[in-house]
Each structure stands twice: as structure tokens, then as C-alpha cells.
């Protein structure tokens, strides 16, 4: 591979404007590093992205920020943000968690879940006597299990055992298990928890697997600092962002995939872009998975080794999403919608409902958001709009035939309109004005995620953030590497996927400035 | 919340199991990692996109028809026998690239043919020769069976949607823009959409009208479903069963039940803003009129608020487009994206209409007007200056980053 010509030479390539890699980028333009951000799409943000249809336009897919803050509690997203990046991004408040039904006949619930740790606490002791206690021990351990994580991001990944084992030692003890092995163990009445697990399709695994901390984590995340919301949806900040790097040196260029990173014992010497471009770097920061990257992307294919492909392998990829985005002509007050955020399900048995995600069949969840009971001046007066999400297991759209798949979009649009009037006792279709259908093979064109997974990698407890984090430094597997996004080792969501861009760049600027 | 102050203690399986299992999760989770298999696989789901989806078809000219003495049917079949076309919704459009004078251009053109024919090899798209247009000029001139065309996937919204629309479809056509309905109604008859339609389609002369013998024939043979009114702007008129002078709401109320139909509009500029004024005396919702985008505007001076003191000025556009940065010349009555292709600078585009974002880019310096109607840009883009090429006039000096075409 002497004597590459390369047209172009970059301290660092970042791979795919998601909110991870536009965080990377604009973090390291802001260092002074000389970086180029590559997206395959002509948009930035990813999976944070609107679009508009008619007199609407629609959010892609937040249904809200976790851990953004209100300004005299600053979360990591708006410290990040304000202070970090400089950003001016409006963010409104949302005012509570998720109005829960579970349509069950056997075990209807129906309880608009807020936030706050005491009302919280409250609004489930009604519904499930005897439940304070136990809810009480879960805060506590939730918040140890904050302090834990605060902890560990302080002392850089170099905790102290002895202040590990002394102040944080039931959080270590959470880590190895699902979110119902710990609730079980607190005694948490089953009402009760049924309400607590109503965020698992945030991560997209049943309770009976999905890690304790990270679950938690998230939870004591939202019950303390609330949730928000973009005013100016996510390709609000997506776009700030894209400004933010270009202002600062940075470039980005849309419509170009990069092909190959390439590789020369075991370091990166540069990447080739489906432009025909060759840029020389020794530092590569991937929004794109680690599954695409061993098997598509090192180049040439012997530089990837076993490992690497066994490291992927081990790992499930999480759900995909199917949204239905609903422009309706009128109010969501004339319609009977009266929450921003419903949570559906058919069933409070996760186990069920996830395997219900492995076939076509009508959803048996959905979680759906009504904007304008946040931000009432999002449509035209007199005018709504929805979001209605469902789930699919990655594989199972994998051999629709094109000449079905526009019925069958509509078909399981159908259903989830339905549901929704069911659960609510409304009606909406004959308000329909706009209609949009994304399914996991959209979100696999727009954001090149495999499979279309949007929610990374499965994170049971033996592949949690905090396994992952322990293990980052025998996991890589090719120098000048780093991973952000939701298939990094902070793990999925919105809020990890941003940061976890400031991660990579901070690693890599560590590298550079190190003088390697 | 911690007014218990009680030491709180979590056993999960025991206190030393718990520390233990967190002790050997990294073991086990090697071990899970070791187990795994080492070899690589393939994404699936990529096969439905690019079936459904193509970033580019190479498609070829295999027929070619004379529709009227102005306009032609072209057949386009894939270059490779490997590839099949993508699959579309009746009422989408093919962006076609065409290379006039080494200056790579984009139209976007309705595909008049079924979707059920893509299955089957192939597209047809029917153009219409404008009388002062250089590109149809060009085509008519140029496109020859065998003739390689570079195209975008199906794209676009007009299309039926049984969640949305009633099933009574009212088409409202003038000119070429009677190809979408064509494709609506071969989609009905192979029931491939389950709907009625009604067309109203406005000729200014006899000869002009397109697919005249072929919605005869379906008239006939399927007389429940798809119906054509043509409407001559025409003093003489010999056909049978025509109406004269052009479509208004009178015209309209004779033939169809107005408050059970959904009404879709495609045709020229000016056609839009004589129907939709007839449209309004129905008093319709919003969500019954669906309309067809129809490229750029043809004349921005006679566009309300386009400020008549830049008529006649050209002014300088600094781009910067992948490593290039350039200075180019633009006419403030001209669209910047005509600018960009002028200078050869092949930036992308597809719709022309401001409407599908694809030519997206960033304005650093300068003004620009867009008529109101067409910025359907998102909220953010307006709020931090990024804006659509194709429907943007420069009002001064600009500076712009746009993106390369993929």
C-alpha cells in the first residue's frame, strides 16, 4: 500500500453526521483540530432529523431528551450544549413522563406517570398500595447508581477500587443483572413495576433482560431533571451543529459515503469516499457501527481481525422503528388529546410484546407523541399533529416484496391509528391531512444503521455500558479507531449518543496531543 | 427524599454472589465474545432499499411514441438486465439528468406508465415540447432508441393514499400534467389502487390533447371507474362530449359529488392559480387538494414581493462545493440553481420546487427571495440560514456552500 496518493490530509475523519459524529466534529473544530465530517445522507443529524409534508413538519424520531436539565440543574446534554459547544438551541419543558395505558382486559391500566421523585413515588402508591417503600429503595439505589456513574466519568475511566467497593457498592452489585432481577429483589409489587417498565421500548429489550444500572440510570435521569424537547425539532440542533463546525474550520460533506478505511498494519492511514476522494489521516472517529465497520469498511479485509468479527457477532442488534407521522386538521383539544406522550401496549408482558416485534402482525405497543400539547404553536391554528411509533425486530422486513410494501406500510399504519382511538376513545381518521410512513427499511436509507436498528446493540447486563466501558480498551481493534453513537460503549439513546461524541473526541485529541 | 437514613443494603442473589458476579462479568462477557462467530455478514434489509429506493438508476431509451404533434412517450428500460427499476406509487416523477451543451441539468418528469409495468422492465415518461425551451429543444433532437439516461429513484408525494384521500379520485389536469393520472388510472384498472377517478383535463387545441384514444379506451372498458372530461380552451370543437373554455367550479359540479371527492392538480403554473380560485368557491378542507409541484417558477418578476428593483441585475455567488471554491455570475431573475449548473458545478437537485430539500445548502452572506408559497423549508434551515437552491433568487452578492450531487 506505499505510495497511496491521497488528495487531501486530515488530523481526523469523522464518519456520519448522527448526533454522535456531529458532536465529534464540532467539538474537535472547536480544539483547533482539522477535521472532515463524511454523511452518506444530504442531511445532518441522522436519526435527528424533521421533514415537511404540507402545512407540517414533523420530528423524526425524539420523543424526548433525557438529561437536558432546566437551567438551575443543568443536565450533561445542556451543559454540553450551552457550554461546552456554545449552542443556541430553544428546548421546552415537557411537563410529564407518559400517560400509560395498557389496554389488557385482564389488567387495564390507564395513569398518567410525572415526573419528580416524590410524585412519582406518589402517583404509583395510589395505583399499587404498598409500593413506597420499595419505590423508595429503588430511588436510593438509582441515585447511588448516578453518583457511581458521575464517579467514574470524573476520575476518566481510573476509579479508586477501595471508594468503588466503600461508597458505590450496590451499584456495583446492580450492574450483572435485568432490571426485573433487582426489582424482584426490592420487593417492588407487580402493578407497580408493570408502571416502572413502561421506558423499555426507549431501549427495546423485555425487562427480564434489560441491565438494571442502565435502566435506572436513565430513569433517575428523567425523574430528576425532566424531559425536553427541541423547539425547533432535532434538525434544530442538528443544523446548529453543522453551522458550529463550519464556523469553527470544520467541513462537511453530504452525499458521500466513505467506502474504505484504510488500514496498514493495524493503523489507519486514511479513507477513500464514494466520491473517488483518498484523505490521508491516521484517526477515524465511526458514527457507523462497529458491525459495518469489519465487515464493510477496513480495507483491505485481512487488516480485520477474528476478534473483531466475533465482537460483533456476539451482539444483537436492537429494534428497528416503524412511525406513522399524522398531520391532522384539527386541534388536538377538538380531537381528545390531551398528553404529549402515550405509551400503548396491548400487553404489560415485555417478554410477549418483544417477540411480537419478530412478525407483521398488528403492533402490540406504540409510543406516541402530540407535539403540540408542548409546543401549541407547532402547527397552524386549528391543526394537530402525531407520531405514532412501533417496533420491529431487525430481519423481519427483510424479504418484503417491493410490490407489497406500500399496503403494508398502510396496513400496520392502520392498526396503529386504530389503537390509538381505541386506547384514547377518539376518533381521527377523517382529520387526516398529511400522512408519512417510516419503516425500519427507511431508517436503514437515511441513516445507513444496520438493519435500520435504532437503538444499537442490545444491552443486556453482560453487554451494558458499564461491561463495555470497563472492557473499551481491549475492544479495539484497529489504532486510530474510535466508536460513537448509539453503538458506542456509552450505549443508545439520544442522550449517549451525544455524548459519546464528546468521548471520541476527547480521546482522540488525547492521542493527538499525546504525540503519538 | 432522604429522610431514611438507614443504611440501605442491595442483595440480589447475596451480598458476596452480587460482588462476585460483578467480578466475573467481564470474564463472561469475553467468553460470550470468544463463543461468537468470526464471520462476516451481510445487511439484508439494504437489498429492499435499493430496490425500493435507488440513489441512481442508468436507464436506456428502448421505444419511442408520438403522442400529439408536440409530444412524445419515451420508454426506459435498465441499462443492466441485473438490475431491476424501483417500484413506485402512481403520481411519482423520475429526476432525469440531461447534459445540454456540457452542462449537466436535472427535470423532474411524472412517469405516465403503471407501477406494475416497473415490475416488468420498465418506465415511460411523456414530455411535452415547450415551445421556448431549449432542454425539450434538445431532447427531441437528441433522444434516440439507445440513449443512456442517468435518474433518480421514484420520488415525490402526489401520490394516493387510501388513509388520507376519499376514493373518488378528481384529477385536474392541463398539458403534460395529465401523466400522473395516466399512471393513476392504468393503477386502478390493474387494482393495484382501490378508487374511482374523474379527470378534468384543459387543451388549448384539439391535437394538443395527450392520451386522448387511450382514456377513451379505458373510459369504456371500465366505465365505473375512470371517467375524462376534456375541457378545450378552443373556439371550434369537433370532438364529441367535450366541454369549452376552462375548468372552473361550475364545470367541476356537473360531474362529481364535490364533497365526496379528493381533488389532485397537475398542470402548468398558471393553470394552478386559475384552478385553485375556482376551487375555493367549494369551500374544500385543506386535506382535499392535493397539488403536484411544477419545477421552477417560470416567471419570478411576476411573482407578488419579488422586488422589482432587482429585475436586469446579476450579481456574484462565491461557492464553495467539495474542495472547490469558486466565484460565478448570476442573474437575480434566475434561480441560484441554475446558476450553479450553468457554471457547471453539477449540484444536486431533484424536485425543483423547493419542495424535497435534496439541493439543500448553506447561506453565509447575502439575500436571497423565495416566494412564500414554495419555502417549505424546515423551520431551523429558515432560522439559520440554509436554503433551497431551486427556489431561491439572489437579491445581492451571496456566499454559499452547497453540497456535491452524490
Known sequence: MNGQEFNDVYDVVIIGAGNGGLIAAAQLAIEGIKVILFEQHNLPGGFATSFVRGRFEFEGTLHELC?????????????????????????????????????????????????????????????????KEPLLNYLKLSEEINGAIT??????????????????????????????????ALKIPEKAQKILDAYWIYIGIPTNRVNFTFY??????????????????????????????????????????????????????????????????NRVISNASPTILYNDLIYPKEEVPDIAYKFVNARKHAISCFSVYLGLNASAEQLGIRN????????????????????????????????????????????????????FLPG?????????????????????????????????????????????QTLSRYTGAYQGSAYGYESDPWDSFIPRLMAMNDEKFIDGLEICGGYSSQGVSYTNSLISGQISAFLTLQKIRGGE | MNENEKEFNLSIKGNIRDLLAFKNLISKRSKLIQKASNLPKGDPIKNLSRT?????????????????????????????????????????????????????????????????????????????????????????????????????????NFYFEPLRDSNHIVGIAGGSGITPFSSIAKSIINGTINAKLTVFYGSS??????????????????????????VLSCEEISLEGCEQGFITAEKIKNYVDVEECSFFICGPQIMYEFVEKELTRFNLQHKKIRKELFGEIKNIVSIPNYPKESIGKTFSIEVEIGSLITEIPALATESVLTALERAKLAPPSKCRSGSCGFCRSALISGDIFVRPLDDKRRSADILRNYFHPCSSYPLSNLKIVVPRAP
Not at chain 1, 161 to 171: A, E, R, S, T, V
Not at chain 1, 366 to 372: E, F, K, P, S
Request: hydrophobic fraction near 35%; proline fraction near 5%; glycine fraction near 4%.
Open chain 1, 67 to 131: 438529561d437536558y436539565g432546566p437551567e438551575d440543574n443543568k443536565g450533561s446534554i445542556r451543559r454540553l450544549f450551552e457550554n461546552d459547544l456554545d449552542l443556541q438551541v430553544e428546548f421546552v419543558e415537557i411537563p410529564e413522563a407518559f400517560r400509560l395505558i395498557c389496554t389488557d382486559k385482564n389488567d387495564p391500566i390507564d395513569i398518567v406517570v410525572p415526573f419528580g421523585l416524590e410524585d412519582f413515588v406518589t402517583a404509583i402508591d395510589t395505583v399499587a398500595v404498598g409500593s
Open chain 1, 151 to 184: 464517579y467514574l466519568t470524573e476520575s476518566k475511566g481510573n476509579p479508586e477500587k477501595d471508594i468503588l467497593l466503600k461508597k458505590y457498592k450496590n451499584f456495583l452489585k446492580s450492574v450483572p443483572y435485568s432490571l426485573d432481577e433487582v426489582n424482584n
Open chain 1, 216 to 281: 435506572s440510570a436513565m430513569h433517575y435521569y428523567f425523574l430528576t431533571r425532566k424531559a425536553y424537547f427541541p423547539k425547533y425539532r432535532t434538525h434544530d440542533f442538528s443544523t446548529a451543529l453543522e453551522s458550529k463546525i463550519r464556523e469553527k474550520g470544520g467541513k462537511v460533506e453530504y452525499n458521500t459515503r466513505v467506502e474504505k478505511i484504510l488500514v496498514e498494519d493495524g493503523k489507519i492511514i486514511g479513507v477513500q469516499t464514494s466520491k473517488g476522494d483518498k484523505i490521508q489521516t
Open chain 1, 340 to 391: 404529549y406522550s402515550y405509551h400503548i401496549f396491548d400487553s404489560m408482558d415485555t417478554e410477549k410484546v418483544y417477540t411480537s416485534f419478530n412478525t407483521l402482525n398488528p403492533p402490540m405497543v406504540q409510543a406516541t407523541t402530540c407535539l403540540n400539547n408542548i409546543i401549541h404553536d407547532c402547527t397552524p391554528p386549528n391543526t394537530s399533529m402525531l407520531m405514532m411509533t412501533t417496533f
Open chain 1, 396 to 440: 423481519v422486513w427483510d424479504n418484503v416484496n417491493p410490490k407489497d410494501y406500500f399496503n403494508l406500510k398502510s396496513k400496520i399504519a392502520y392498526n396503529l391509528i386504530s389503537s390509538f382511538e381505541k386506547a384514547l376513545n377518539i376518533s381521527i381518521k377523517d382529520n387526516i391531512e398529511e400522512i408519512e410512513i417510516a419503516t425500519p
Open chain 2, 52 to 156: 425500493l429506493h435507488p440513489q441512481k438508476q442508468s436507464l436506456v431509451i428502448s421505444e419511442i411514441r408520438e403522442e400529439t404533434k408536440s409530444t412524445k412517450t419515451y420508454r426506459l428500460i435498465s441499462e443492466s438486465e441485473h438490475i431491476k427499476l424501483a417500484y413506485f406509487r402512481a403520481g411519482q416523477y423520475l429526476s432525469l439528468k440531461v447534459q445540454v451543451n456540457g452542462i449537466d441539468i436535472t427535470r423532474p418528469y411524472s412517469i405516465s406508465s403503471s407501477p406494475l409495468d416497473s415490475l416488468h422492465g420498465f418506465y415511460e415518461i411523456t414530455i411535452k415540447k415547450a415551445e421556448d425551451g431549449f432542454l425539450t429543444q434538445y431532447i427531441w433532437e437528441n433522444w434516440k432508441i439507445g440513449t443512456k439516461i442517468e435518474s433518480s429513484g421514484p420520488e415525490g
Open chain 2, 205 to 230: 387545441e384539439e391535437d394538443d390533447i395527450i392520451f386522448y384514444d387511450k382514456f377513451k379506451e379505458f373510459e369504456n372498458n371500465f366505465p365505473n371507474q375512470i371517467k375524462i372530461i376534456h
